[in-house]
């Protein structure tokens, strides 16, 4: 089995004129919200044995965060992870690196990151149109292989609580409105 640890970066800048999209920091909100999630984080002991990030600024800034949470000196950079690459694509150079028992950490970007999500948890179209990945939050999917034929959403973090839940972050299925009573 392999843990994976999905973790969508904090709060950035929002997008200028002379700022480029891949050089957006996270802002004070941002770092300040991350590092309280990491710390709650590292507090449930689950040792990582690699940390990857996108090499986008607010990306790579959210790793640092976390490894120094974790007392970790190393930050890979993953080229699949930039803003934009398909989820398939991760998974595909993930599969080159992860072994059976490791357990890897992926800093990226919305959407790429819902649609690991859907991809590791074996998620259905309409499951995976549900989920909620808020900036700063961290979910682990436990997966038999990459790509997996087996997983296990074991739990996810909300990123202003810190609060710890089971499985997915995912919204309420709508429900059916209810018969019309007007009359025609």
């Not at 800048?13 to 996270?26: I, K, N, Q, V, Y």
């Not at 974790?70 to 930039?82: C, F, S």
């Not at 997966?143 to 997996?148: G, M, N, R, W, Y």
Request: hydrophobic share 40%.
């Amino acid at each position: 089995m392999i843990r994976v640890y999905l973790v969508r970066h904090g709060i950035a800048a929002e997008p200028s004129a002379g700022t480029p999209d891949d050089s957006r920091p996270l802002t004070a909100m941002g770092r300040r919200r991350f590092r309280r999630a990491s710390r709650a984080f590292a507090r449930r002991n689950e040792p990582l044995t690699h940390l990857f990030t996108s090499p986008l600024v607010r990306a790579v800034q959210t790793a640092e965060i976390l490894a120094r949470s974790l007392r970790r000196d190393e930050v890979g950079i993953l080229e699949e992870l930039r803003s934009g690459a398909p989820a398939e694509a991760v998974v595909s150079a993930l599969s080159k690196r992860a072994k059976d028992g490791e357990a890897i950490a992926l800093v990226g970007h919305d959407p790429q990151m819902t649609r690991l999500v859907a991809l590791l948890a074996q998620l259905d179209a309409g499951d995976a149109a549900r989920v909620q990945f808020r900036k700063g939050a961290i979910l682990r999917i436990d997966v038999d292989a990459l790509p997996p034929k087996k997983s296990e959403p074991r739990w996810h973090q909300k990123p202003r609580s810190r609060a710890f839940a089971q499985g997915l972050p995912l919204a309420k299925k709508p429900t059916a409105a209810p018969p019309s009573t007007a009359r025609r």
